[in-house]
């Protein structure tokens, strides 16, 4: 932040009229400003009024100039904004410059994606608050932390933190154009209006929450842009390739990772909200071209129940600052009748259960520069000037409503004790004995949203499971983020409605597949000091060094990535199929589990011997990168009568991994496998296109994913799959990529055939009616053959989850069939009554052999969202184990 000039001086450009847009004049006069200036009297003379550096006429309301000094985007990137779509390196240097310059300004960096590029942030605020930023925010904590020490006096002298972020999906770019448009509107506005804003508020404003799917769409309407664009839809502008630019790098949709931020992005997002804790938060998009304009609150009906419902009302009420922006204008919008506020993985809903108010917008969207829609022709600049508008009048609502908004968010936090009182579970206890690991990556999820985590001071019994002290933690309800502790960790199978726009459950301790217990009390003594910021540890080699072999346990998380490990060094470990005992090096007799690996450590590789210290080294470097627990063997004479070194042992192969991506395939179901195998397992994988595997050499792999839904496969394609696996090859489906198998003969299942039930609905309940049936993301037990190598590791049962109404046949044959839905399925989530039926029995996992292949089929989603680290080592299974059944 400089307040000093930096040397950019300009003129306005300017104002232009951009013709007839979508059946409303895009010449925008502000006659309603009188109206404003009386409905928003707490912001100052709104009846000012000057056009921003913008390609289309509009005159922002309560400014009446801007400051030259204050660089535009013109005098930045050569363009007015609406001229053509910012790039995410643009973006960033504008912020910096408009920091350099203004003394309103500082920017922040909170992360980087995964391709590198930079996640920044602007402050905006009045020099006078950022003489006293820390105090403010200090102060705006004690909201969460201390509701009852803050006074109705205290609230009267506090601004409001609003966060405004733009364009978490990157092709819905309109957003973060609109962000720029608004930093510089704060950073050099002159009037009442602005005057007020930055008085009343201090603004985190992130231009873009997404700026590596942001990159993927600009290079891409950028490059297929000529001097004129046009409105053809079948122009190459307006048809993104495969994935497109709504998600992130590993294809993931950032709107859904707010609580488990599992991504870079949303970590970084995370942080920089919980610095802050904002009363009002924004969250930009756009969806279809013939669509009016949204903003929340969505169906009432689908709110979350651990929302307050004040909290809801005061949605509404931000709502009409919304209303009155976009009627000036004359675009037409509308609430409550779809989107939700559900789901506490979106950037609209996460806010809600910290006590703020979170905002969605979605709008018609150009995509390209101009776009023929059934309401006429839609320029991307009125895109643009719909999300300033809206970003406007969140401001505005910041100002006028900004008592209401700080007491909303005490009140949540006040209430909290009464929220306890009347909740059934009053905790959970998580034991970190089997995979230390999946236990520690779910405490690490629950503190990055300040969720405190506790020791216990002792030891207890619940639900067959003993918690020891070091050994498990405790999840107290009774704490300030209770809200968000229910709804993250409780089970719910009954919800007022039986639509859902997103999933209907996330309990992370099933997500996870951790032991965990619920509390309906917790016990005097029990809860022993709040655990320190949770690291990954608890790898080990027992035993010390030796000559002979290894043997590492299977029940950590990355303990794939350690074989993988093993496997490229050129070591040829070995799987165990039965159960054995041994005596390790340390004197300890072991029992062996199926999936343990055996690590020879003399062995002949290409007429050379690799050194026992050479393996050594590799074991620890496992144990301490990825946290798996290994004994040293100094024998290999069992205890018993199975031997290691016989048949209870198989070798492995290093897995040569292809997975078909590209347009005819699943992309976030492709984003969720490339990520696990690739990021999180540090395995190869070569994305393949559909399109090109006709002529593709498949011999270079020994393993195929058909990663969900598959299709647009030609005649040759199908060929050359079917052969390759038939010939000896790994294929693995999931979801409904299972099709694709049976309909070449590779795998004998057949469907249950299920019927939606419509009763006799009339014409308008048809719709809802055969909605309610669709399973749209709940969570089901599922029972397992724990001797099959696909479930090595696995108990008898296993929670999953499943998006969808497929249902199989379980195979005649016996010990195909891995896993099977229980009698009683549901554990948490919806699921109609009507396809319950057909789901009790049905298969979720196949396994069988084709020919001298295999195929394995999940008919869940194993990797879902990359948090559902329960199922994880399944799909993983079948990655490592799956060519040996």
């Given at each position: 932040?400089?307040?000093?000039?930096?040397?950019?001086?300009?003129?306005?450009?300017?104002?232009?009229?951009?013709?007839?847009?979508?059946?409303?004049?895009?010449?925008?006069?502000?006659?309603?400003?009188?109206?404003l200036?009386?409905?928003?009297?707490?912001?100052?003379?709104?009846?000012?009024?000057?056009?921003?550096?913008?390609?289309?006429?509009?005159?922002?309301?309560?400014?009446?100039?801007?400051?030259?000094?204050v660089?535009?985007?013109?005098?930045?990137?050569?363009?007015?904004?609406?001229?053509?779509?910012?790039?995410?390196?643009?973006?960033?240097?504008?912020?910096r410059?408009?920091?350099?310059?203004?003394?309103?300004?500082?920017?922040?960096?909170?992360?980087?994606?995964y391709q590198?590029?930079?996640?920044?942030h602007?402050?905006?605020?009045?020099?006078?608050?950022?003489?006293?930023?820390?105090?403010?925010?200090?102060?705006?904590?004690?909201?969460?932390?201390?509701?009852?020490?803050?006074?109705?006096?205290?609230?009267?002298?506090?601004?409001?933190?609003?966060?405004?972020?733009?364009?978490?999906?990157?092709?819905?770019?309109?957003?973060?154009?609109?962000?720029?448009?608004?930093?510089?509107?704060?950073?050099?506005?002159?009037?009442?209006?602005?005057?007020?804003m930055?008085?009343?508020?201090?603004?985190?404003?992130?231009?873009?929450?997404?700026?590596?799917?942001?990159?993927?769409?600009?290079?891409?309407?950028?490059?297929n842009?000529?001097r004129?664009p046009?409105?053809?839809?079948?122009?190459r502008?307006?048809?993104?390739?495969?994935?497109?630019?709504?998600?992130?790098?590993?294809?993931?949709?950032?709107?859904?990772?707010?609580?488990?931020?599992q991504?870079?992005?949303?970590?970084g997002?995370?942080?920089?909200?919980?610095?802050?804790?904002?009363?009002?938060?924004?969250?930009?998009?756009?969806?279809?071209?013939?669509?009016?304009?949204?903003?929340?609150?969505?169906?009432?009906?689908?709110?979350?129940?651990?929302?307050?419902?004040?909290?809801?009302?005061?949605?509404?009420?931000?709502?009409?600052?919304?209303?009155?922006?976009?009627?000036?204008?004359?675009?037409?919008?509308?609430?409550?009748?779809?989107?939700?506020?559900?789901?506490y993985?979106?950037?609209?809903?996460?806010?809600?259960?910290?006590?703020?108010?979170?905002?969605?917008?979605?709008?018609?969207?150009?995509?390209?520069?101009?776009?023929?829609?059934?309401?006429?022709?839609?320029?991307?600049?009125?895109?643009?000037?719909?999300?300033?508008?809206?970003s406007?009048s969140?401001?505005?609502?910041?100002?006028?409503?900004?008592?209401?908004?700080?007491?909303?968010?005490?009140?949540?936090?006040?209430?909290?004790?009464?929220?306890?009182?009347?909740?059934?579970?009053?905790?959970?206890?998580?034991?970190?004995?089997?995979?230390?690991?999946?236990?520690?990556?779910?405490?690490?999820m629950?503190?990055?949203s300040?969720?405190?985590?506790?020791?216990?001071?002792?030891?207890?019994?619940?639900d067959?499971?003993?918690?020891?002290?070091?050994?498990?933690?405790?999840?107290?309800?009774?704490?300030?983020?209770?809200?968000?502790?229910?709804?993250?960790?409780?089970?719910?199978?009954?919800?007022?409605?039986?639509?859902?726009y997103?999933?209907?459950?996330?309990?992370?301790?099933?997500?996870f597949?951790?032991?965990?217990?619920?509390?309906?009390?917790?016990?005097?003594?029990?809860?022993?000091?709040?655990?320190?910021?949770?690291?990954?540890?608890?790898?080990?080699v027992?035993?010390?060094?030796?000559?002979?072999?290894?043997?590492?346990?299977?029940?950590r998380?990355?303990?794939?990535?350690?074989?993988?490990?093993?496997?490229?060094?050129?070591?040829?470990?070995?799987?165990?199929?039965?159960?054995?005992?041994?005596?390790?090096?340390?004197?300890?007799?072991?029992?062996?589990?199926?999936?343990?690996?055996?690590?020879?450590?003399?062995?002949?590789?290409?007429?050379?011997?690799?050194?026992?210290?050479?393996?050594?080294?590799?074991?620890?470097?496992?144990?301490?990168?990825?946290h798996?627990?290994?004994?040293?063997?100094?024998?290999?004479?069992?205890?018993?009568?199975?031997?290691?070194?016989g048949?209870?042992?198989?070798?492995?192969?290093?897995?040569?991994?292809?997975?078909?991506?590209?347009?005819?395939?699943?992309?976030?179901?492709?984003?969720?496998?490339?990520?696990?195998?690739?990021?999180?397992?540090?395995?190869?994988?070569?994305?393949?296109?559909?399109?090109?595997?006709?002529?593709?050499?498949?011999?270079?792999?020994?393993?195929?994913?058909?990663?969900?839904?598959?299709?647009?496969?030609?005649?040759?394609?199908?060929?050359?799959?079917?052969?390759?696996v038939?010939?000896?090859?790994?294929?693995?489906?999931?979801?409904?990529?299972?099709?694709?198998?049976?309909?070449?003969?590779?795998?004998?299942?057949?469907?249950?055939?299920?019927?939606?039930?419509?009763?006799?609905?009339?014409?308008?309940?048809?719709?809802?009616?055969?909605?309610?049936?669709?399973?749209?993301?709940?969570?089901?037990?599922?029972?397992?053959?724990?001797?099959?190598?696909?479930?090595?590791?696995?108990?008898?049962?296993?929670?999953?989850?499943?998006?969808?109404?497929?249902?199989?046949?379980p195979?005649?044959?016996?010990?195909?069939?891995?896993?099977?839905y229980?009698?009683?399925?549901?554990l948490?989530?919806?699921?109609?009554?009507?396809?319950?039926?057909f789901?009790q029995?049905?298969?979720?996992?196949?396994?069988?052999?084709?020919?001298?292949?295999?195929?394995?089929?999940?008919?869940?989603?194993?990797?879902f969202?990359?948090?559902?680290?329960?199922?994880n080592?399944?799909?993983l299974?079948?990655?490592?184990?799956?060519?040996?059944?």
């Amino acid at each position: 932040m400089h307040p000093s000039n930096v040397g950019f001086h300009s003129s306005l450009p300017q104002a232009r009229s951009s013709g007839r847009i979508r059946g409303v004049s895009g010449s925008v006069r502000f006659g309603f400003l009188a109206l404003l200036a009386t409905l928003f009297a707490g912001t100052g003379d709104l009846s000012a009024q000057a056009q921003p550096p913008f390609a289309m006429e509009y005159a922002a309301p309560g400014v009446t100039s801007y400051l030259a000094d204050v660089p535009t985007p013109r005098d930045v990137m050569g363009v007015d904004i609406g001229e053509r779509h910012i790039r995410p390196d643009e973006i960033v240097e504008y912020v910096r410059i408009v920091a350099e310059a203004s003394d309103r300004v500082v920017m922040g960096n909170h992360g980087r994606t995964y391709q590198g590029r930079p996640l920044v942030h602007a402050i905006v605020t009045s020099p006078a608050n950022h003489a006293r930023l820390d105090e403010i925010r200090q102060a705006n904590l004690r909201l969460s932390d201390d509701p009852g020490g803050v006074s109705d006096a205290d609230l009267a002298g506090m601004p409001t933190i609003i966060y405004l972020g733009y364009s978490v999906h990157g092709n819905e770019a309109s957003g973060s154009d609109a962000g720029i448009l608004t930093l510089h509107h704060l950073a050099a506005g002159q009037g009442p209006g602005v005057e007020a804003m930055l008085e009343n508020t201090v603004v985190l404003l992130d231009p873009s929450l997404n700026p590596d799917g942001r990159a993927r769409f600009v290079n891409w309407v950028t490059g297929n842009r000529g001097r004129v664009p046009t409105v053809d839809s079948q122009d190459r502008e307006h048809n993104e390739p495969w994935p497109n630019g709504r998600t992130n790098h590993y294809i993931f949709d950032l709107n859904r990772d707010w609580l488990p931020s599992q991504h870079p992005e949303s970590q970084g997002r995370v942080e920089l909200f919980h610095r802050w804790r904002p009363q009002l938060h924004t969250d930009f998009h756009e969806m279809g071209g013939g669509a009016t304009f949204f903003f929340q609150p969505g169906v009432p009906s689908r709110d979350n129940p651990n929302t307050p419902q004040h909290t809801v009302d005061l949605t509404l009420e931000v709502a009409r600052f919304h209303a009155r922006n976009l009627d000036a204008i004359g675009e037409l919008y509308y609430a409550q009748e779809s989107f939700d506020d559900h789901y506490y993985g979106k950037g609209s809903t996460y806010p809600d259960v910290h006590g703020a108010v979170g905002i969605l917008f979605e709008q018609a969207s150009s995509r390209a520069l101009r776009a023929d829609t059934p309401l006429g022709i839609l320029p991307y600049a009125e895109t643009v000037r719909n999300q300033f508008a809206t970003s406007l009048s969140t401001l505005q609502a910041g100002v006028e409503l900004r008592e209401q908004l700080l007491a909303n968010q005490r009140r949540h936090y006040a209430d909290i004790p009464a929220f306890v009182a009347a909740t059934p579970t009053k905790g959970w206890l998580v034991s970190l004995e089997g995979d230390r690991t999946r236990g520690q990556e779910l405490a690490q999820m629950l503190q990055r949203s300040r969720i405190r985590i506790h020791d216990l001071a002792t030891s207890v019994e619940r639900d067959g499971i003993t918690f020891r002290p070091g050994e498990a933690f405790i999840v107290p309800l009774d704490q300030p983020q209770a809200r968000l502790v229910n709804g993250a960790m409780e089970r719910r199978t009954t919800f007022p409605d039986s639509l859902f726009y997103d999933v209907s459950t996330w309990t992370m301790t099933l997500a996870f597949g951790v032991p965990h217990a619920e509390l309906t009390s917790v016990p005097s003594g029990l809860v022993g000091g709040e655990l320190g910021e949770v690291a990954l540890d608890g790898g080990e080699v027992r035993g010390g060094r030796t000559d002979y072999a290894y043997l590492m346990e299977w029940n950590r998380f990355y303990a794939p990535r350690a074989l993988n490990r093993f496997l490229e060094a050129g070591i040829l470990p070995r799987v165990t199929y039965r159960p054995f005992s041994i005596r390790t090096a340390d004197g300890t007799v072991l029992e062996v589990e199926r999936g343990s690996i055996l690590i020879p450590v003399q062995y002949r590789l290409e007429g050379a011997r690799y050194s026992p210290e050479d393996v050594h080294r590799l074991v620890q470097e496992a144990a301490r990168e990825d946290h798996v627990v290994i004994h040293a063997l100094d024998s290999g004479w069992p205890e018993g009568e199975v031997w290691p070194g016989g048949g209870a042992t198989r070798v492995l192969d290093l897995p040569r991994v292809a997975l078909l991506a590209g347009r005819g395939s699943a992309a976030n179901a492709v984003g969720e496998t490339w990520h696990l195998l690739n990021e999180r397992m540090g395995i190869p994988v070569s994305l393949v296109d559909v399109a090109d595997v006709a002529g593709a050499d498949l011999s270079r792999y020994n393993t195929l994913v058909m990663a969900g839904n598959i299709g647009g496969l030609s005649e040759a394609a199908t060929r050359s799959i079917t052969e390759w696996v038939r010939g000896g090859g790994l294929l693995i489906t999931t979801e409904g990529g299972v099709r694709w198998p049976m309909a070449q003969g590779l795998l004998a299942a057949s469907v249950r055939e299920a019927e939606v039930d419509l009763g006799t609905p009339n014409y308008a309940e048809r719709g809802d009616r055969a909605g309610a049936q669709v399973i749209g993301g709940s969570i089901f037990q599922v029972e397992l053959d724990p001797t099959h190598p696909i479930a090595f590791g696995y108990g008898a049962t296993v929670p999953t989850f499943r998006a969808h109404n497929l249902y199989l046949e379980p195979l005649e044959d016996p010990g195909l069939t891995v896993g099977r839905y229980s009698p009683e399925p549901l554990l948490s989530g919806y699921i109609h009554e009507a396809q319950l039926p057909f789901l009790q029995g049905s298969a979720s996992i196949l396994a069988a052999r084709a020919g001298q292949g295999r195929v394995v089929s999940f008919l869940d989603n194993p990797n879902f969202r990359a948090f559902w680290h329960g199922t994880n080592h399944l799909f993983l299974n079948a990655i490592f184990f799956g060519r040996g059944f």
